[in-house]
């Protein structure tokens, strides 16, 4: 079953906004929102929590008082300075990396391990479809690892449901969720602006797309910003044989379709709304030239 995700070098470059018309335009879908660490397509697409379970990864110490006899090795060992001194000692749970020192060494086996409770996921109804989605709690790490448990329950919805096709909202950057969201994947669309960042953070994208071999097409949105740069990431895209599919002028319809929390596609049938079922059936051309075999 095909999977497409949408990426950009970084936020603000409209991903979200597009990845929401495509799931409007798009039929038979999954739809799963990859950016764990900061997700917003739930705004546009309201979803409605169906099934909801806690991600568990890595484990963290925790003190019992009645055990502790105040001997305070446990607050000299942890190298990462997340056992408080307090009586008794606390652990806290923002800077425990979970490397198990002091629950080996405590000599009255006070500290207890616990699997880490790091966000929690979700299988949502939403009018455009089924969602998986996620939401990592403050200054957690394992987004990758939480990001690849989303592809795979939103894989096992698409078959349990028949459903052909995932669209995934992919994870700003370029570091560990963005290679989790990127493996094996179909299609990469990624879309940046004509600005010096945005030719940037398209150059590291296509760096990485390309080691994994993964196909890329690009979307410049706010493509008037900037001639000069427009014409400069053009070239970039040539240089790097990536195909642009849509170059989209700044439209105060995106706006105001995210502040009435509807797809600009939903929102308002004019020309950028044509320039996105252009962009959309190029996609889908793409991927009925290129199925991959089941
Ligand atoms: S090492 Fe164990 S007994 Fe000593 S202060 Fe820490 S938790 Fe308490
Ligand atoms: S498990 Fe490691 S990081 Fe966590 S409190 Fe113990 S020594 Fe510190």
Known sequence: MPEIVILSGKGGTGKTSLTAAFAHLAQNH?????????PDLHLLLHPRP????????GHEARIRAAACNRCGQCIDLCRFGAIMETDPPVVDPLKCEGCKLCVSRCPQTAIDFLPRHCGDWYVSDTRLGPMVH????????????????????????????????ILADG??????PVISSLSGVDLAVVVT???PSGRHDLERIAN??????????????KCDLNPAQMAAIETDCRRHGLTVIAALPHDPAVTAAMLAGQTVTEYAA?????HLQNAWAAIQDYLSHNRRKE
């Open 30 to 38: 999954v739809i799963c929102d990859l950016d764990v660490d900061a």
């Open 50 to 57: 169906r099934h909801t379970e806690a991600f568990i990864s």
């Open 134 to 165: 996620a939401q990592l709690f403050p200054a957690e790490e394992n987004s990758g690892r939480l990001v690849a448990r989303l592809r795979q329950e939103a894989r096992e919805l698409a078959r349990q449901t028949r459903r052909d096709l």
């Open 171 to 176: 994870p700003p950057g370029i570091a560990c």
């Open 193 to 195: 602006e004509p600005t």
């Open 208 to 221: 990485l797309t390309a080691h994994f071999k993964i196909t890329t097409l690009v979307i410049i949105n």
């Open 270 to 274: 004019n020309g950028f709304s044509l």
